[in-house]
């Protein structure tokens, strides 16, 4: 369809057609909170869109297909087909307790998405976008499987760090192929990968160039544009579309042991669970929004590390297929906690069904709300802030209007009063609608809550000014007491409506409390008069920062029994050892210095996943080394400790500073690292003979 502005769009009020999708959740793990920042903002602006009259749709799925499915379906000893049944019902349950208002919510696991991953690919291949070739892969001899990148580890080919990913480097950010790691190890088995040919699909992403250069103009926020520009600049390479057997998803067809690659018919899930709902919706027409031709409004909501699929792979075959694209696509940041990514050390890796043991999920879409705009940039959940944030406006300014005016018009028989105490302020709440509904169009919700919350202070300083606590105890100006609240409760009213996309919940309780449900944006305009309200009931209580630390408490505990019981699993399910060096004589021995440390200090090394930078005490002075042990251990349970170091090995200089010997520790890597520890008695400084 034809750019549109926000002015033009707005204006087509009631006459819109739009269909929203959020990215698809991943069915091999829980919802957490990182994944609520990107729901909570879609379902803000598809609540908007219906609160104002459009026709829309907010559809979405579980995204169900993969070799890490296979894998962990395996290890609890059940099928694919159970795990990911599972998984769509606790997923359904955690974005129902958000509010979180699908209009449907399906899974890729279904005959809707294979018909049209079929279909696709099908026409891909009619029109020659499709590449044949055999690469070169490696392939568990034990598993009998092609790994994925992530399925591999080793030591990296640039640096020589241990225990790296098959596609890059935690220590020096190199990227490589997985062929290129240096003793490359299983993931998935502990044994040592083999090259082996096999033939791959690709979509010839270079056909649409041109395509997605015009595409561009319109798809896209300028910041994304650019970046997406970048990679058309340095030329499009070919797309793997295929996985080999054993692989759980969809065969291509006529192809026996290959499969469609679970990033195909993942996004092809927003045109499935759109189907799936036409089919149970009279009139809802499936072509009226994926038609080449059509003229409804499509947008996807991701996040920024999904980018260039959306924008260039997904609007290439979609085009290819004789489908539409997307009328919009909008990023948005990572979410961090208090500054960083969230750990599950301490205790900020936080499930959604976590934090809904502990507190309101309204106080978070809410601050979500206060803070998301339409940029890119990453959102930091200062927990904090969190709590103030949401007593202050919620609790002190917003729901503060209504219990202030509640109990003295109840006292008047409940029925609000017959006229308008204060015309022009009543006009500078209803003459805002418009600013609002821009800033919600604009996914620039941080913008319409600071109006809002501004709107809230002036009905505060009114209900102030006029103090109708005092006019009530006179008979004379009872009257005026009651004009005065029920101004205040028209004014409240107004706010409720703004927040309605925001706050469900509390404004279906509000609605009840007014006895006027459902609030409409067209109800901005006319206020209630002579109008019977129902008995008030406080409507939010306060945060308690309490309730976050318990919260966060609980999510340490959680993540240490996890880790607890994965090591001793692991310990026990592992029967591979590694096999001892060649001999060496006790003179090569004796020249390893080994010494007793305490761990003075131990940090997190920005810009690295797996370091922690150790200060240590070896009798004789610090030593700063730079260890390969973060996955297994929090920085604050290390400090105090003992453990052994190498004390005499060349320093060494990395780019996080200089790292001046080695600590020891057994075990696989990752989460399963145990470091060394002398018995109770033994002193930093004591050589290890």
Excluded at 559 to 573: D, F, G, L
């Amino acid at each position: 369809m034809p750019e549109q502005t926000t002015q033009d769009l707005l204006a087509s009020n009631g006459n819109r057609r739009i269909l929203i999708t959020s990215a698809l959740p991943y069915a091999n793990g829980p919802i957490h909170i990182g994944h609520m920042l990107e729901y909570v903002q879609t379902d803000i602006w598809s609540r908007f869109q219906k609160l104002v009259g459009n026709e829309c749709y907010y559809v979405c799925a579980d995204d169900t297909h993969g070799t890490p499915i296979m894998l962990s379906a395996q290890k609890q000893n059940i099928t694919s087909e159970e795990l990911i049944a599972k998984s769509h019902i606790d997923h359904q349950k955690d974005f129902g307790a958000f509010g979180i208002a699908f209009d449907n919510f399906h899974s890729t696991h279904s005959e809707e998405n294979k018909f049209y991953t079929e279909t696709i690919y099908n026409r891909l291949l009619e029109n020659g976008h499709i590449a044949r070739r055999t690469i070169n892969q490696l392939f568990d001899p034990e598993k009998q499987m092609f790994l994925p990148d992530r399925f591999v580890k080793g030591e990296c080919p640039k640096c020589g760090s241990a225990d790296q990913y098959g596609d890059n480097c935690d220590v020096c950010s190199a990227t490589y192929s997985p062929v290129e790691l240096k003793n490359p190890k299983s993931a998935v088995s502990g044994a040592t990968p083999v090259l082996k040919d096999s033939e791959h699909f690709f979509v010839k992403l270079q056909d649409f160039e041109a395509m997605l250069k015009q595409w561009l103009k319109t798809g896209v926020s300028q910041q994304m544009a650019n970046k997406l520009n970048e990679w058309l600049d340095v030329g499009l390479q070919e797309w793997d579309i295929s996985r080999d057997a054993p692989y759980f998803g969809y065969q291509i067809p006529n192809e026996p042991n290959k499969f469609f690659y679970v990033w195909l018919d993942a996004p092809i899930g927003y045109m499935a669970s759109f189907k799936n709902l036409c089919d149970k919706t009279a009139g809802l027409e499936f072509d009226d929004f994926w038609n080449k031709d059509s003229k409804a409004e499509l947008y996807h909501f991701i996040g920024k590390d999904i980018i260039n699929f959306h924008c260039l792979f997904w609007p290439a075959c979609l085009t290819a297929a004789n489908y539409r694209t997307p009328s919009k696509v909008f990023a948005h940041g990572f979410l961090t906690v208090n500054g960083t990514k969230m750990s599950k050390s301490k205790g900020t890796f936080i499930k959604a069904a976590t934090y809904l043991e502990y507190l309101n999920p309204e106080y978070l879409r809410y601050y979500f709300a206060a803070k998301l705009s339409s940029k890119i940039d990453d959102f930091d959940l200062n927990l904090e802030d969190f709590v103030q944030r949401v007593n202050s406006d919620l609790v002190n300014k917003y729901v503060n209007i209504a219990s202030r005016c509640a109990k003295l018009v109840q006292k008047s028989g409940g029925v609000m009063h017959a006229e308008i105490d204060h015309p022009s302020l009543l006009k500078e709440f209803q003459n805002e609608a418009k600013q609002v509904e821009t800033h919600y169009e604009n996914r620039d919700y941080g913008k319409a809550s600071k109006l809002i919350m501004s709107l809230a202070d002036k009905a505060n300083t009114y209900i102030d000014e006029k103090a109708p606590w005092k006019l009530a105890k006179d008979e004379a100006t009872a009257d005026e007491a009651l004009k005065v609240c029920s101004m205040g409760i028209n004014l409240f009213r107004i706010l409720s409506i703004y927040l309605k996309p925001v706050l469900p919940s509390l404004v279906t309780n509000v609605e009840n409390f007014l006895n006027a449900s459902p609030l409409t944006w067209s109800d901005i305009q006319s206020p209630l008069l002579s109008h019977q309200l129902n008995k008030f009931i406080p409507l939010m209580k306060r945060v308690d920062i309490k309730q976050v630390e318990a919260m966060v408490a609980s999510s340490v505990e959680a993540a240490a029994q996890i880790s607890k019981t994965t090591k001793k699993n692991n310990a026990e399910k592992s029967t591979k050892i590694e096999s001892i060096k060649p001999e060496i004589q006790f003179e090569d021995f004796d020249k390893i210095d080994l010494r007793l440390a305490k761990i003075i200090s131990a940090e997190h090394v920005e810009g690295a996943d797996k370091l922690l930078q150790l200060k240590l005490d070896i009798g004789e002075g610090e030593k700063q080394v730079f260890a390969g042990i973060k996955s297994a251990y929090a920085p604050e349970d290390l400090v105090g400790k003992l453990t052994v170091m190498v004390a005499n090995l060349a320093p060494r200089k990395m780019r996080f500073g200089l790292s001046e010997g080695m600590v020891l520790a057994a075990g696989p890597g990752k989460k399963d690292l145990w470091l060394l520890s002398p018995d109770d008695g033994a002193q930093p400084g004591m050589r290890v003979k």
